[in-house]
């Protein structure tokens, strides 16, 4: 079949904004406890810093490079994207949650709004707490500018009259500590029934003038800056990878400058002047009507008692009918697989299967794949212990997963400092497969025992993503298990493996076969031909015109895919057979699921395939990255697959999204009231 009519794929950042939108559309929903909804504008806020640091601090080096296809037309259309979304980010905060907030008699006093003797508690919380800490400097030749850290909050203020030198610097800069809480509670006494808070930039704001004895302030404002926050090291130019990335953190908070923050009454005279200083655009300054950083009103969120006001808790169901409680996991892994739907089910059977291969004296050998565990890590703490009782370790850590660096290159020094063997991965690909192997001696032979799972090894993530895990014994995965760790430490030739695919070697390829499989039926008339895909990403062009050939041949094909897409759906003659949808709920959807059907089941030949992965449909993931998937061959898996990761979602109608050719999207039902998460929290609570 001939190629698709050519079209212009979506914009990546612009489709990374729009899922930002569907996420502060949480913010807006009446059906959401209020504190949560208030979560919802924090993590915007958070997910927004990640984007300037990373996303748009790419698209503009970018534009930049005169062989590059991104124009400057580009970024300002990304960048008034992004000034539309936080404006109204604000006005949500401002206008929507704060009088709630207020009806629950939960405040945020300013200054004005502190009666004596709340303003006398501020003067000795300030006396007492943060004046100790605070620098102010006053700008002159002597004096430059301070360096200014990525995200660090300043004060930057215009001064009266003339130093103490008799000198006329008229600037000065004051830093926020960040060891300082940014939410502060005031005591019941003084609240009035109240749960009352101040905010630090409240309390040093008030007493800004106290800084500069014999001056007057005549204006200031808050602000920040966003900075490119991608590590750069030359992996084909250094020695040692750790070391490298060991000394880039240090400079990392002071990459090229993005963004610039101020309030919205910041006077022109201070923006201007702070500009200038980070070298940035008119374009690139954000003035906000309201806290600099939304996401430190976590703490007021974390602070506050109203449990009413917050999700119901939701324990994660242990799979008891599947694995009991008490026994051992290896047993009961010889008679089948385990399958695990985080986090409607418990992480914890992962982690227990790590403490009894720990305890076990026939375990011999433990590998594990090491991406995002956190600074806090029982799973770690599990790896280090066995390599203290003489177990052969070796952990597969990845250096450069991003904003967990550091966390990670501690875990690799205390690993080899037991003995552990630790491995980078491949020098420029970063290793995102999530992959724990464990070898048994049993009756003389060695048995491997696998976890396999669409997500990181992160029991406190675990709880607030969807995932799919598998606990296996079967010889033909956990062979392939082994065989991805021997090619990560030895850099051998790729061999294909038995059944699972491993990115950046076969994985694309398999993929564009399965979808040339079902478009090759659909063209010969097969009215069952079916591409289901869940994903958090879809920008592969290969792939993306893939699943267009494939839809123009007469196969339907349903995609949910959670994050950004590039592919615009329902084009006419091009992508009406393909309907993009968007789950925003509770939990992060984050599990990858891809279903394809080219033919009516025939006994072992069934007509279909589903595999399980760790990899996004996106170019970095195929070639840039280690990646596996892995198909669910048996027949009740499979079904339980669709039943709950897939089927669900197609029906959801609370809180689905679908896609327009244009890159917008639309509530499914703004009414629906048919939920995918809340489903399956009701059926593994009961």
């Not at 601090?57 to 580009?74: F, I, K, N, W, Y």
């Not at 100790?132 to 850290?149: E, K, S, T």
């Not at 923050?261 to 910041?266: A, F, L, M, P, R």
Request: hydrophobic content about 45%.
């Amino acid at each position: 079949m001939t190629n698709p009519t050519p079209l212009k794929l979506l914009n990546r950042e612009q489709a990374i904004l729009e899922f930002n939108r569907r996420v502060l559309a949480q913010a807006q929903r009446e059906d959401v406890p209020l504190l949560e909804r208030l979560r919802y504008i924090c993590i915007v806020s958070s997910n927004l810093d990640e984007f300037f640091e990373v996303r748009f601090a790419d698209m503009l080096e970018a534009a930049r490079d005169p062989l590059s296809t991104v124009t400057g037309q580009d970024v300002d259309r990304v960048g008034r994207a992004a000034h539309t979304l936080i404006d109204e980010q604000y006005h949500i905060f401002n206008e929507q949650l704060t009088p709630l907030l207020l009806k629950q008699r939960i405040v945020i006093l300013n200054h004005a709004d502190r009666d004596e003797a709340q303003r006398r508690w501020v003067q000795k919380f300030f006396e007492r707490e943060v004046r100790p800490l605070l620098v102010p400097v006053g700008l002159d030749p002597a004096h430059p500018f301070p360096q200014v850290a990525n995200k660090s909050l300043h004060f930057i203020a215009r001064l009266s009259g003339k130093d103490a030198f008799g000198r006329d610097n008229r600037i000065a800069i004051v830093k926020v500590p960040r060891v300082l809480p940014r939410v502060i509670k005031l005591p019941a006494s003084l609240s009035d029934n109240r749960q009352a808070y101040v905010l630090l930039t409240s309390v040093i704001r008030a007493h800004l003038e106290e800084l500069f004895p014999g001056r007057k302030v005549e204006a200031f404002s808050q602000f920040r800056v966003t900075r490119d926050s991608d590590l750069e090291v030359d992996e084909e130019e250094i020695a040692n990878l750790r070391h490298a990335l060991r000394s880039g953190l240090t400079t990392r908070h002071f990459g090229r400058a993005v963004r610039l923050e101020v309030v919205n009454t910041c006077p022109a005279e201070l923006s201007e002047f702070l500009l200038e200083q980070f070298g940035l655009p008119n374009a690139a300054l954000y003035r906000v009507n309201g806290p600099v950083n939304l996401v430190r009103l976590n703490e007021l969120i974390d602070q506050t008692e109203a449990p009413e006001l917050r999700f119901q808790p939701f324990e994660p169901a242990w799979p008891t009918g599947r694995l009991p409680r008490h026994k051992s996991i290896f047993e009961r892994l010889k008679k089948s697989d385990v399958l695990l739907h985080h986090p409607f089910e418990s992480f914890e059977p992962v982690v227990q299967m790590l403490r009894e291969a720990v305890a076990d004296p026939d375990v011999l050998a433990i590998k594990q794949t090491i991406y995002r565990t956190g600074a806090k890590s029982e799973l770690m703490d599990l790896l280090i212990e066995a390599a203290r009782r003489g177990k052969e370790v070796m952990a597969v850590v990845e250096l450069k997963a991003r904003f967990d660096e550091e966390a990670n290159i501690n875990w690799a020094e205390r690993l080899e400092a037991v003995g552990a063997q630790v491995v980078y991965g491949i020098v420029g690909y970063k290793t995102h497969a999530k992959l724990l192997l464990v070898m048994r001696r049993e009756n003389g032979r060695l048995r491997r025992y696998a976890h396999v799972s669409t997500g990181n090894y992160n029991p406190k993530t675990a709880r607030l993503y969807t995932d799919l895990g598998l606990l296996t014994a079967d010889a033909d995965l956990t062979a392939d298990a082994d065989s991805v760790f021997r090619q990560l430490a030895s850099l051998g030739k790729f061999k294909a493996l038995r059944r699972m695919l491993l990115a950046p070697f076969n994985m694309h390829s398999r993929m564009m076969e399965l979808l040339a499989q079902v478009e090759a039926a659909a063209l010969a008339g097969y009215k069952g031909a079916r591409v289901v895909v869940k994903i958090n990403a879809l920008t592969d062009a290969e792939l993306i015109h893939g699943l267009l050939r494939t839809a123009q041949a007469g196969a339907r094909i349903d995609l949910i895919v959670r994050g950004a897409c590039m592919l615009p759906p329902g084009l006419p003659g091009i992508s009406d057979h393909i309907v993009v949808r968007s789950v925003v709920g509770r939990f992060l959807e984050h599990s990858r699921v891809c279903y394809f059907r080219w033919a009516e089941a025939k006994g072992d030949d069934d007509g279909e395939a589903l595999f399980l992965s760790s990899a996004d449909w996106m170019s970095r993931n195929m070639f840039r990255r280690i990646e596996v998937a892995w198909p669910v061959l048996d027949p009740k898996l499979r079904q339980r697959v669709i039943d709950e990761a897939l089927q669900p979602y197609l029906h959801d109608t609370m809180d689905a999204w679908q896609l327009g050719p244009d890159g917008r999207s639309v509530r499914v039902d703004a009414k629906g009231t048919v939920s995918a998460q809340q489903a399956l929290m009701r059926r593994y609570s009961e």
